[in-house]
C-alpha cells in the first residue's frame, strides 16, 4: 500500500482583511472559528501535516460578504470531520451523494441565518483509499497534477468566463475583457440540485489543490517552477505561499494550498 504524505498551508493574502478559505488535512486539521478570527493579517500563517495510508484533502473558498463566507467554507470542513469516514471510500456515488447533501445543508444555514444571506464556497477534494485517487469539485478552486514536469489542471473552473471558451464564444486570450468571467455558476450554497464533478485520478505523481488565490496571482508557469523545484510538500507549499506574498497587491486574495505526494 503507498504512503500519503501531505502538507497544508493557508494566509489571508496581501489585501484581504479576512479569511474566507479553509482547508482539511487529516487527522480533524481545519480552520476553526477561533482561529479565523486570529487570523487579521499575512503574518499568521496556518500549516497543518499529515503522512499516512489513506486520506480526504478539501479546498474550500467562501465567498457572500465579510463574514458569510468565512462561515460557508467552515461548515463544509467540519461537515467533513464529522463524515470522514463516510469519505473514505473509491464509490463515486457516494462521494456525490456527500457534496449534494452539503450543499443543501449550507443552503438550509443561509436561509436560517440572516447575516449568511447568500453566502457560498467552492468545494474541491480529493479522497484517497485503497491506493485510488477520486477528485470531487465544484466552483474554481483548483486540482493540478505535476508529473514529467508537466502541470495539468486536473478540475474544471465551473465559471461563466471558462463556460464561454469552452462553447466557442470567447477565445481564451480575449476572456480578460468579460467583466463576469469569474462568476461561478456552480458551487455549495445555490438552491438547485448540485451535481459534483467526480473521476478517478490514475496517479502517484504530485498532487495540488488550492484556492484561486494562488491561480490568479501565479502563472501555470510560475506554479510548475516552484513545485519541480522543491521535493518536500513542505517546501513546496511554503515556497509557493512566498511567491505569492512576494507579487504585493497582485496577491489579493486568500491563499490556500495542499501539496499532496503519493509514493
Keep these: 500500500m503507498k504512503t ?16 474566507e478559505d479553509n482547508l482539511f488535512v487529516p487527522e480533524n486539521q481545519y480552520i476553526d472559528e477561533k482561529k479565523q478570527k ?9 500549516e497543518y501535516e499529515y ?6 484533502f478539501a479546498v474550500c ?16 470542513v467540519e461537515t467533513i470531520s464529522k463524515k470522514y469516514k463516510d469519505l473514505l471510500t473509491d464509490n463515486k456515488d457516494a462521494l456525490i451523494k456527500f457534496v449534494k447533501e452539503l450543499n443543501d445543508y449550507v443552503c438550509s444555514y443561509s436561509e436560517k441565518n440572516v447575516d449568511c444571506s447568500n453566502m457560498g464556497t467552492t468545494f474541491s477534494g480529493l479522497a484517497i483509499f485503497n491506493d485510488k485517487i477520486h477528485l470531487i469539485h465544484v466552483g474554481d478552486s483548483r486540482i493540478y ?3 514529467n514536469d508537466k502541470c ?6 465551473h465559471t461563466e468566463g471558462c463556460r464561454l471558451v469552452e462553447s466557442g464564444v470567447i477565445k481564451k486570450e480575449d476572456l ?5 468571467r469569474k462568476s461561478l455558476y456552480k458551487y455549495l450554497g445555490r438552491k438547485v440540485e448540485l451535481i459534483a464533478d467526480c473521476e478517478s485520478v490514475d496517479s502517484s505523481a504530485r498532487l495540488i489543490i488550492a484556492s484561486d488565490g494562488l491561480s490568479d496571482t501565479l502563472s501555470d508557469e510560475e506554479i510548475s517552477n516552484v513545485v519541480f523545484k522543491n521535493n518536500l510538500p513542505k517546501d513546496v507549499c511554503h515556497a509557493l505561499m512566498d511567491e505569492c506574498l512576494s507579487k504585493g497587491d497582485k496577491c489579493s486574495d486568500n491563499v490556500t494550498i495542499i501539496c499532496i505526494d503519493i509514493n
Design 51 to 56: 503522512k499516512g495510508k489513506d486520506g480526504f
Design 4 to 19: 500519503v504524505e501531505a502538507y497544508g498551508i493557508s494566509n489571508i493574502g496581501n489585501v484581504r482583511d479576512n479569511h
Design 145 to 147: 497534477k505535476f508529473d
Design 176 to 180: 480578460h475583457k468579460f467583466p463576469n
Design 61 to 76: 473558498d467562501g465567498m457572500g460578504g465579510h463574514s458569510a463566507g468565512e462561515v460557508a467554507s467552515r461548515l463544509a
Design 38 to 46: 486570529e487570523i487579521k493579517s499575512n503574518k499568521v500563517l496556518i
Design 152 to 157: 495539468e489542471q486536473l478540475s474544471r473552473d
